[in-house]
């Protein structure tokens, strides 16, 4: 059992920036692959940016020099800086975090709008 607890989110202008926070209770022993992805509205959800269990990190060509995933190890915590936001970037934002078993765990998502 892992639950998974976003903040940050809201509405931004284009051009602005906000950070995301997920931290990950429960059945946590260590921080394998945690990662961001987003649904817009009529579209399926997208990888947005992981960070391995190896501290490596990959990123969607859309959000590339823009987005930067980190992690706090000893708080279960992962970040998603988003900076330069564009109206392309109003999504809801999710959270997830694989364990050691493989299986997905997911957050609640939180809205980003992008929007003057």
């Known amino acids: 059992q892992v639950q998974l607890v976003e903040s940050g989110g809201g509405l931004v202008q284009p051009g602005g920036s906000l950070r995301l926070s997920c931290a990950a209770s429960?059945?946590?022993?260590?921080?394998?692959?945690m990662a961001w992805h987003r649904q817009a509205p009529g579209k399926e959800r997208e990888l947005v940016a992981e960070v391995t269990s190896g501290g490596s990190t990959n990123y969607a060509d859309s959000v590339k020099g823009r987005f930067t995933i980190s992690r706090d190890n000893a708080k279960n915590t992962v970040y998603l800086q988003m900076n330069s936001l564009k109206p392309d970037d109003t999504a809801v934002y999710y959270c997830r975090y694989t364990a050691w078993d493989m299986v997905n765990y997911w957050g609640q998502g939180t809205q980003v709008t992008v929007s003057s």
């Open positions: 429960g059945s946590i022993f260590s921080i394998n692959d």
